[in-house]
Nanobody, 129 residues
Framework: QVQLVESGGGLVQTGGSLRLSCAGS????????MGWFRQAPGKEREFVAA????????YYADSVKGRFSISRDNAKNTEYLQMNSLKSEDAAVYYC??????????????????????WGQGTQVTVSS
């Protein structure tokens, strides 16, 4: 069982930065691929970024590439999403997720919601112009 709790959301101006955190419970947190998704009102949940268990592989949606950075600290059971140069279209509820289908896979960075089996409750990011 994995429990995930996001934090770090808030209100930021266009062009600003935020860092989201996701704290995981369970001693096997470090064995799993982690990801970030977001969902804006009236839209489907969309993939943002993923990171393999040891950070060897990362993958980003085209819409955030070069602006967002995913990382993790397994000693702290925490993953992060550094968001820079925020745009109005980045406003959404951001969710962290864990994919436990493969343990300790250096290359596994899934991009579909149904490839993740544990989710946090979400944190709101609002971008004002």
């Amino acid at each position: 069982q994995v429990q995930l709790v996001e934090s770090g959301g808030g209100l930021v101006q266009t062009g600003g930065s935020l860092r989201l955190s996701c704290a995981g419970s369970g001693r096997t947190f470090s064995s799993y691929t982690m990801g970030w998704f977001r969902q804006a009102p009236g839209k489907e949940r969309e993939f943002v970024a993923a990171i393999s268990w040891n950070g060897a592989s990362t993958y980003y949606a085209d819409s955030v590439k070069g602006r967002f950075s995913i990382s993790r600290d397994n000693a702290k059971n925490t993953e992060y999403l550094q968001m820079n140069s925020l745009k109005s279209e980045d406003a959404a509820v951001y969710y962290c997720a864990a994919s436990t289908y493969y343990r300790r896979n250096d290359y596994y960075t899934p991009r579909l919601p149904n490839q993740y089996d544990y989710w946090g409750q979400g944190t709101q990011v609002t971008v004002s112009s």
